[in-house]
């Protein structure tokens, strides 16, 4: 096939916005600074076409006004004398080029006939004024990941290189048979590493038993497609596990239902029960619609539509492409919500990571880890491209940092989707959306992408650490437009009744998107030669689980075949039929009449062996609380010392500005937008909650919060559990959101919980598991929170060159509330001239693990221990009732947080947001806690809320909330500049701080970085 | 709030009759990536017209649905990812499979108004600045005269911004309005010309209705408040009618009071609360351009 190379640049004189770019990240990063840098676009077409056809594709892609172009090469100009540099950055074979797609559908467009073949895309670095080895770190440390790419550097003059990254072999498509059942321990052992199976040899000897009963060896896909389905990703073994539980006072029991059923979903059914037994929903309008069984949780909203929520991880793959692993989460996530039931519209997404350090030259990394600064900077553009080129706009997105993350990154990406309650079906006949009526004899269709070796062993790479031996193609790479087209073609195919039930290719591939669905009917039977493949070459194990993207299974009964068809051609939608469902019992596939895989679907789902854990709590350095010292210490902060560390604080990386990066994220697509993300004045303060409408015309509206506090872990996994899902809470709480209609989800990412060789401290990991659980139960009972979606990740370590890097126990909790009247919505930024300021809520002497504690111990002086936020669940969720009162009787102007950082950042976030003063006295909530000053400003405290009331109001609001701890800090105040002003000592002493100096100290945080 | 279509276009436009205004045709191509359907399809429904979404592929298998339509609306999005570059993509599409029918919907008096995404392939389709003397006696697109590029800060950014109405420009998307504002969404929004003569044309026919303005009201180069860099702060283009017009913002993402990141603040100020946005008067000013016949 005809080769031929495109090459394009801006005309001169109209600038290069990507090579100014990378010069900045040059700079900053890297003190690198070239005389010159220039970039180019180059295409590799593949694709069949004579010389004048090549010329025509050339003259339709290049702009005639702001570009210029060459078939074959561009000269490289001389500057000063010196010749380029020329680095060329192209993709390794089998990595998804989504520009090369558009650009061979551009090509066809422009001939006028269907052409085959591929188009390869590159980029051209020339630099001038630096040496071959700068520019060799430069692509090392920045422009380059050889996970995933080539690169070629050479000085001009080139020669014309028409190499292309072609994918695929000859190798036939052969299936192996596994000799199993001759294997003995060891054996068995070696067969699961080698194949990165990760399957444990309980697990091994279960398979085999099961083999032998058949009477043969397992195939190598029937091996595969256990491993997949029985991987912690996707049957979350440590969650049905019965535990063994050695709780802090060494008193031991059995939890036999395991955590997820015993805490999680108990949790939920309790909420259910409480939400019967007060009749809070009318007949047949239950709150929870569909819970834990689907690909996200489904509530109800307004008589029209539910809300569909889901939040993942996509953490191991981040770690090895920060760009491609974290597009992978947010499409990936946006396939789940909208794969729920019959299909839903997504609303918006969420985003949150937790990160190493990103400042620091960090030369002590272990070779196989990234920069925490490159990390970051990746992740965010892959989530950032997904999204908003999927048209979904972001909502709440936060970052943590800290050491510990260093090994891997945390990547939380969620969609909030719009279910109409009822679609029509084949008959036009309204039905259900939240169900999946599939039928035997419906067709099996595979929509969207093709199947390349991307993303194998994806679900069994996140169940291991990340070691030198990760796998390459464990990385897949998110293609946000076939994707986004394929959700156009499904939504309207949807409408239009033309399928029975459908759900995503994620972790697993076809083995569990067809397995899953298959127990709707009770069996499936597929012809994997019916796959359409990116290149030739897979072996059928290999098509059975690849993880390439973009792809939904969907069912499609016969009646509705042909229309589903057609209308997937008419909008250039990939569909095959590979299978039909049926009731035999069993998951069969062939390739061409070859017998790949034949399992019974009881052992599939239910055969993996769930051995008794163990739990023991015994923490490695029991903390001792000091709280004398700690008061000594905080007492000898002086005002000055006391400003000094707020605004220290307030430049920390995890509560300074991130403005700059969240601006990137479309947060408005589809107008629908009430609270932003970002808000204030200046739009750089984090909104407490969000608030969106959900449908045009509309009033109600989503409202969205989080709680996430993986340093109170170290202290006590329950107290985190409770603080989260109390701040979530809150934060949709301060929002408008009613009361009655939250619910929130889970995530935990943890450190592999299981005691091995390499992991000795497994029991304690598991054992503040179990109290994380605990306390997540009791929180979401206690307030009547339901869980209804989850995602467990617990193998968070990272093994390199020696060195065990491990996360903190970080539990997110994702809280969804709703509004009826989106106009009634409140923000933390203040109004009105005097209004007065309160604080609702107890303080304590909590400090332990606050950002405080942390900027203590970073400078070298920690602070005593005292204790971590406790959170009185009963006393918490009495105030929040009385305050909803107040709020929704209009008493309530303005409301936010206490959280990270305190009642200092809450303080310090309304005036940035409002530039306005506030002028307070701490003397009552000193004296009324009997707490130092600064544990006042700076102590963690959960369940406290911060408000602003109109002074007409006070005496009434005052009345009602003075039983649930309200104190009166003062009021808002347009004398003088604006400025945090706090009167206490009975206003001998004073502490002032500038909304300049603030201001300043909040944006350089993470300036540049 | 603004459910109720005639309510609504009596605050906005009250000499426009709920009745006629139901007769308009708005046709909103969709797919292949663009994805502001749903808010420039709500624009016009809230206002009362008749909104026909039509995937681009059904468009150009039939260009007689062309017909009959008012308005034609280029949605926001990424079409194609703007691989490529922006619009190009789907541009060329429309030209090779659709060019003569755009043209005639133009030349016919036909109106068309594109955001982001939508003014990115307008301009590479040659439809605006359109025909810089008169209309292709052939019913012929333009060739391409203009471009939008990249934004001098690389990569895209979301952040309202403020643009000043030229009074004296033909637009009557624009006509009797001021300031319009509206989020910025978008990574290539610079916009550049195949030549000066061209640019002072356009500028000496006041084809750019629409200018970032600072805080002053002053048309802006800078930073944020001209996220692009667009020299003299131009946002967007109109063609010699004044019936086809583009910008790079989203007046579409402003259609209730609560999108201005500022409502609560604006609400405290304010006597009386309107709770539309002000974006829906721009799509109110092509309903009622969409009833006068072009002179």
């Known amino acids: 096939m005809t080769l031929h190379r495109l090459e394009i640049e801006a005309r001169s004189g109209l600038g290069d916005p990507l090579a100014e770019a990378t010069r900045r990240r040059l700079d900053t990063w890297l003190q690198l600074r070239p005389r010159a840098l220039a970039t180019r676009r180059v295409y590799h077409l593949e694709l069949g076409l004579d010389a004048d056809e090549a010329a025509q594709v050339l003259a339709a892609l290049v702009d005639p006004v702001a570009e210029v172009g060459a078939l074959g090469m561009l000269a490289d100009p001389v500057h000063e004398g010196e010749p380029a540099w020329v680095l060329s950055i192209g993709s390794l ?199 834990f069984h689907d690909n996200a949780g489904v509530v109800r909203f307004t008589e029209a539509d539910h809300l569909v929520y889901k939040v993942e991880t996509h953490n191991s793959p981040s770690a090895l492409d920060p760009y491609g692993g974290a597009m992978t989460g947010i499409v990936g996530v946006n396939r789940d919500s909208f794969g729920t039931g019959l299909g839903a519209d997504l609303l918006t997404n969420v985003w949150g990571y937790c990160f190493g350090d990103p400042r620091g030259d960090h030369s002590e990394l272990p070779a196989g880890l990234m920069h925490p600064r490159r990390i970051r900077d990746g992740v965010h553009l892959g989530v950032i491209d997904g999204g908003n080129q999927s048209g979904i706009p972001y909502s709440r997105g936060f970052e943590l940092f800290d050491p510990r993350y260093t090994g891997k990154p945390l990547v939380y990406c969620g969609t909030v989707a719009a279910m109409p309650v009822a679609v029509p079906g084949p008959d036009g006949a309204a039905r259900p959306t939240h169900e999946k009526p599939i039928a035997v004899g419906d067709n099996i269709v595979m929509v969207g992408g093709r199947i390349g070796k991307d993303g194998i062993h994806g679900a069994t790479f996140s169940s291991v650490e990340l070691d030198e031996q990760s796998p390459v193609q464990a990385v897949q790479i998110g ?19 033309l399928f029975s039930g459908m759900t995503d290719n994620g972790a697993g591939g076809l083995s569990s998107s067809v397995g899953e669905l298959a127990e709707a009917t009770g069996g499936a039977r597929i012809d994997l030669a019916a796959a359409p493949l990116k290149y030739p070459g897979l072996a059928p194990w290999e ?47 062939t390739y061409a009449g070859t017998s790949v895989c034949d399992l019974g679907l009881a052992f599939l789902h239910e055969g993996v062996p769930l051995p008794t854990l163990e739990a023991r709590w015994s923490p490695p350095t029991p903390s001792v609380a000091s709280p004398a010292a700690a008061r000594a210490q905080l007492e000898a902060l002086d005002s000055a010392g006391l400003g000094a560390a707020i605004l220290d604080l307030v430049a920390r990386p995890n509560l300074a500005a991130n403005d700059d990066r969240a601006r990137h994220y479309d947060h408005e697509v589809k107008g629908l937008s009430v609270i932003k993300p970002l808000l204030g004045i200046r739009g750089d303060v984090p909104a407490t909650a969000t608030v969106m409408r959900v449908r045009h015309g509309r009033d109600e509206g989503v409202v969205l919060g989080e709680g996430i506090h993986p340093w109170y872990a170290d202290i006590d996994t329950d107290a985190m559990a409770r603080a989260c899902v109390d701040e979530g809470v809150r934060r949709v709480l301060c929002a408008g959101a009613r009361p009655d209609r939250i619910a ?118 920690p602070l005593a221990a005292t204790d971590v936020p406790r959170t009185d669940l009963e006393r918490c969720w009495a105030r929040y009732q009385a305050f909803v009162e107040q709020r929704d009787a209009g008493r309530v102007r303005s409301a936010h947080v206490c959280g990270r950082g305190g009642l200092a950042l809450a303080l310090v976030h309304m005036l940035l947001a409002g530039e306005r003063s506030l002028e307070l006295s701490l003397d009552a909530l000193v004296d009324a806690q ?80 | 709030m603004a459910s109720n279509p005639a309510s609504l276009l009596a605050e906005l436009a009250p000499d426009l009759d709920p009745a006629a205004v139901a007769q308009l045709r708005v046709l909103v191509p969709t797919g292949y990536g663009l994805n502001c359907e749903a808010e ?108 939008v590029v990249g934004n001098d800060r690389h990569g895209y950014r979301d952040a309202w911004v403020r643009m000043r109405c030229d009074p004296a420009s033909a637009c009557v998307w624009t006509r009797g309005l001021d300031l319009i504002e509206s989020p910025s969404r978008h990574g290539e929004g610079k916009l550049v010309f195949a030549d000066n003569e061209i640019r002072a044309q356009l500028e000496a026919e006041h084809r ?75 799509f109110a000013n092509g309903l009622r351009a969409a009833l006068v016949s072009p002179d």
């Not at chain 1, 805490?263 to 009749?279: D, F, K, M, N």
């Not at chain 1, 973009?550 to 990939?574: C, G, I, N, Y």
């Not at chain 2, 016009?44 to 150009?60: C, K, N, P, S, T």
């Not at chain 2, 609560?264 to 946005?277: L, S």
């Open chain 1, 744 to 861: 929130a989800l889970d995530n935990f990412c943890w450190p592999d919980p299981i005691r091995s060789a390499k992991t000795p401290d497994g029991e304690h990991k598991l054992a503040q598991l179990v109290r994380c659980c605990e306390g997540l139960h009791d929180a979401c009972v206690a307030y009547g929170v339901p869980l209804i979606s989850g995602k467990d990740s617990m193998k968070n370590d990272a093994f390199l060159g020696g060195v065990k890097i491990s996360i903190p126990p970080t539990l997110l909790v994702s809280v969804i509330g709703q509004t009826t009247d989106v106009a009634q919505s409140l923000s933390l930024e203040p109004r009105g001239s005097d209004d007065r300021v309160y604080l609702l809520g107890p303080t304590a002497l909590e400090l332990d693990g606050s950002e405080y504690a942390r900027a203590c111990a970073d400078r070298g002086a």
């Open chain 1, 93 to 291: 074979p089998g990595v998804t080029d989504a520009v090369g797609s558009s650009v061979a559908r551009a090509a066809a467009d422009c001939v006028g006939r269907p052409l085959r073949g591929n188009v390869y895309t590159s980029t051209l670095y020339l630099f001038w004024g630096l040496e071959r080895e700068a520019i060799e770190r430069a692509a090392k440390q920045l422009l380059y990941n050889p996970l995933i790419q080539r690169m070629k550097l050479e000085l001009a003059p080139r020669a014309l290189d028409l190499s292309v990254p072609r994918a695929g072999s000859a190798a036939a498509p052969e299936v192996h048979i596994v000799p199993l059942r001759a294997a003995d321990d060891a054996a068995l052992e070696t067969i699961s590493r080698d194949g990165m199976l990760a399957l444990s040899l309980t697990e091994m000897r279960a398979i085999q038993a099961h083999f032998a009963q058949l009477g043969r060896d397992p195939t190598d896909a029937e091996l595969e497609c256990l491993a997949q389905t029985w991987s912690e990703h996707c049957k979350h073994k440590i969650f049905a596990s019965p535990i063994h539980y050695t709780d802090p006072s060494g008193v031991g029991r059995v939890l036999e239902r395991g955590l997820f059923r015993g805490y999680v979903r108990a949790a939920t059914e309790t909420v259910a029960a409480q939400r019967l037994a007060r009749s809070l929903d009318p007949a047949g309008e239950n709150f929870l619609v569909s819970v």
């Open chain 1, 543 to 589: 098509i059975l689980i690849s993880e390439a993207q973009e792809r939904m299974t969907v069912a499609v009964p016969p009646s509705e075949l042909e229309a589903f068809l057609e209308l997937a051609q008419r909008r250039e939608v990939e569909a095959s039929v590979l299978g039909v469902f049926t009731d035999a019992g069993r998951f069969e596939v």
């Open chain 2, 40 to 147: 420039t399809a709500a624009a016009f429904e809230l206002l009362g017209a008749r909104v026909e979404q039509l995937h681009v592929a059904e468009l150009l298998a039939d260009p007689n649905r062309l017909r009959g339509c008012a308005i034609l609306a280029f949605i926001g999005g990424f079409s194609f990812g703007d691989h490529v570059a922006s619009g190009r993509v789907l541009a060329n599409r429309l030209r090779f499979q659709l060019g003569d029918a755009l043209a005639r919907h133009v030349a016919d008096g036909g109106l068309a108004i594109g955001m982001c995404n939508g003014f990115q392939v307008m301009v590479k389709l040659g439809l605006l600045p359109g025909p810089l003397v008169s209309a292709d006696p052939a019913d012929r697109l333009a060739p391409q005269r203009a471009s």
């Open chain 1, 930 to 1009: 009997q707490l130092p000053l600064a544990a006042a400003l700076l102590s963690e405290s959960t369940g406290r809320i911060v408000f602003t009331s109109a002074a007409a109001h006070a005496p009434a609001l005052e009345q009602a909330l003075g039983p649930h701890g309200l104190v009166a800090l003062g009021q808002l105040s347009s004398a003088g500049p604006p400025a945090l002003r706090i009167q206490h000592g009975g206003g001998g002493s004073a502490l002032e701080l500038s909304l300049a100096s603030l201001r300043a100290r909040f944006e350089e945080g993470l300036h540049g970085i």
């Open chain 1, 479 to 497: 293609d946000p437009i076939t994707q986004k087209m394929m959700w156009d073609f499904l939504t309207e195919a949807r409408d239009r009744g």
């Open chain 2, 208 to 282: 750019f209705p629409v200018r970032y303005v600072d805080a002053a009201g002053e048309p802006t180069e800078a930073w944020p408040a001209n996220p692009s860099g667009s020299a003299g702060g131009v946002a967007g283009l109109c063609d010699r009618s004044g019936r086809v017009f583009g910008l790079m913002p989203h007046p579409e993402a402003f259609l209730y009071a609560e999108n201005h990141p500022r409502w609560v603040a604006r609400d405290d100020a304010a006597a009386t609360q309107a709770r539309h946005g002000l974006g829906l008067r721009v």
